[in-house]
């Protein structure tokens, strides 16, 4: 079936202006998540989706940064004001439930990312 | 704070040879999960391996083979008679069962391993 699909692929954009990146999970999966990834590091968690649960917004790095899901379908990352050091590639990650005890439904699988350029 | 240390950035191996990659985890819950994950040059990133912190069997699939030791915090990969494909960064990654540390993945910084030819 398909896999997580994330857009654009790549955005390049100024200082200052605002940007949306859009995440499609895997149909039936009712987590979804955030992180960003630097050049040459690891991913950074940012934002958690559980059904119709409050999302976990504990990774967010600043109030620019908010996202939304409506219901267990897309999620939208907006960052507002862009900085210089909110270049990265931002990945999207779907599973069938987020909760430890879901055993193997537990697994995260990833988009292919946005990477995002602020110039 | 959970934390997980990939303390080979890079390793460079000759095809055929069999390499280790290794990961050291920190956590305070009694229930978590542990994660491999590549990351091939196209930059998706594909799922490998999950184990929960009560199994502590090692697991092997093929070429690639895990080694969980609880008692030194470690879940290391090795990949036997490595291959030019396996060139990729490698990220283990881990899950606890604390309220706000159950959901997201806490990542290594990974372990680029390019296999010449």
């Known amino acids: 079936g398909a896999g997580v699909s994330q857009s654009p692929s790549n955005k390049v954009t100024e200082k200052g202006k605002d940007v949306e990146l859009r995440c499609d999970p895997i149909?039936?999966?009712?987590?979804l998540y955030w992180y960003r990834q630097r050049l040459g590091q690891g991913l950074e968690f940012l934002i958690y989706f559980q059904g119709n649960s409050a999302p976990d917004k504990s990774g967010l790095p600043s109030d620019r940064f908010s996202a939304e899901r409506t219901g267990e379908s897309v999620s939208t990352l907006t960052i507002q004001r862009t900085q210089q050091e909110d270049s990265a590639v931002y990945l999207c990650?779907?599973?069938?439930?987020?909760?430890?005890?879901?055993?193997?439904?537990?697994?995260?699988?990833f988009g292919p990312g946005t990477r995002l350029t602020v110039t | 704070a959970q934390k997980v240390t990939q303390a080979q950035t890079e390793i460079s191996v000759v095809e055929k040879e069999d390499v280790t990659l290794d990961c050291v985890y920190e956590t305070r819950d009694t229930t978590y999960y542990l994660f491999w994950y590549k990351q091939p040059p196209s930059g998706e990133l594909v799922f490998l391996i999950r184990?929960?912190?009560?199994?502590?069997q090692n697991e092997i699939s093929g070429r690639y083979s895990w080694n969980f030791q609880k008692s030194t915090s470690s879940f290391n990969f090795t990949i036997t008679a490595s291959q030019v494909v396996d060139s990729a960064v490698y990220f283990c990654?881990?899950?606890?069962?604390?309220?706000?540390?159950?959901?997201?993945?806490?990542f290594g910084s990974g372990t680029q391993l390019t296999v010449l030819p």
């Open positions: 990654a881990l899950s606890g069962s604390f309220s706000g540390s159950a959901r997201q993945l806490t």
């Open positions: 184990r929960n912190s009560f199994d502590e």
């Open positions: 990650a779907s599973s069938l439930t987020g909760n430890l005890a879901g055993g193997s439904s537990y697994e995260q699988y």
């Open positions: 149909s039936g999966h009712t987590a």
